[in-house]
């Protein structure tokens, strides 16, 4: 079936610096990339929407210069959190979309980041 | 954009049936999903549903209806392992790709 690797599984780091997290798509073409993040015992909340070779969509109050979102190919999509801060320690989660794939989402496994 | 409302919590004894409900309003409805989730995991799909009616799948079944903005899905013979939030998720496709806008989860407690 349809893998999505999400790297790294858990990252601390200290606040004011970056981070970035990526998502593979291992046998599919991820034509779209979903972006979630999610704080301990609520839901998931999307917080953008990329596509192979475009610019994301933001969620309304995601902060775009903050969460960079890169989709420049069809197997990679990337999150990089700028100048972290405590509030952004999260599990951040992505899904992707693929061809081929019918109605189907493939997540990845998540991404624990603690900003210290 | 979305509303999606479940109940917070439900708690059941092994080998009981429980029943979540999920209640939406969208735009672009296009396609209802359930997620089963434990703690620090990444979701694990349950089902789907586009056309009303029933989807049975062993233990797991999903209902959907349209006009009433309407879904549940049901855990029969309950098993400790059931015990996880249950997401319920609607897909958008307004803008073609398709999001897909979560609730809050149930938190299912399955008792011995």
């Known amino acids: 079936g349809a893998v999505v690797s999400q790297h790294p599984s858990w990252v601390i780091c200290k606040s004011g610096t970056s981070v970035k997290i990526e998502c593979r798509s291992l046998d599919f073409q991820a034509t779209t990339m979903f972006w979630y993040r999610q704080f301990p015992k609520q839901s998931l909340m999307l917080m953008a929407t990329?596509?192979?070779?475009?610019?994301?969509?933001?969620e309304q109050g995601v902060e775009k210069d903050k969460f960079l979102i890169n989709h420049a190919s069809l197997t990679l999509s990337t999150l990089t959190v700028t100048s972290a801060h405590p509030e952004d320690s999260s599990f951040y989660i992505c899904?992707?979309?693929?061809?081929?794939?019918?109605?189907?989402?493939?997540f990845g496994s998540g991404t624990r980041l603690t900003v210290v | 954009g979305q509303n999606i409302d479940q109940p917070t919590e439900m708690t059941a004894t092994e080998g009981a049936i429980v029943q979540i409900n999920c209640t939406y309003q969208t735009s672009g409805f296009n396609g209802l999903f359930w997620y089963q989730q434990h703690a620090g995991e990444a979701p694990t799909f349950l089902s789907y549903?586009?056309?009303?009616g029933l989807e049975e799948k062993g233990r797991f079944s999903s209902f959907l209806s349209r006009s009433k903005g309407y879904s549940y899905l049901l855990l029969k013979e309950l098993q400790m392992k059931d015990s996880a939030s249950y997401l319920c998720?609607?897909?958008?496709?307004?803008?073609?790709?398709?999001?897909?806008?979560f609730g809050a989860g149930t938190q299912v407690v399955v008792t011995p």
């Open positions: 899904s992707a979309r693929g061809r081929g794939r019918g109605y189907g989402y493939t």
């Open positions: 549903n586009v056309l009303d």
């Open positions: 998720a609607v897909r958008d496709e307004t803008d073609s790709w398709g999001k897909l806008q």
């Open positions: 990329s596509n192979e070779g475009s610019k994301a969509t933001y």
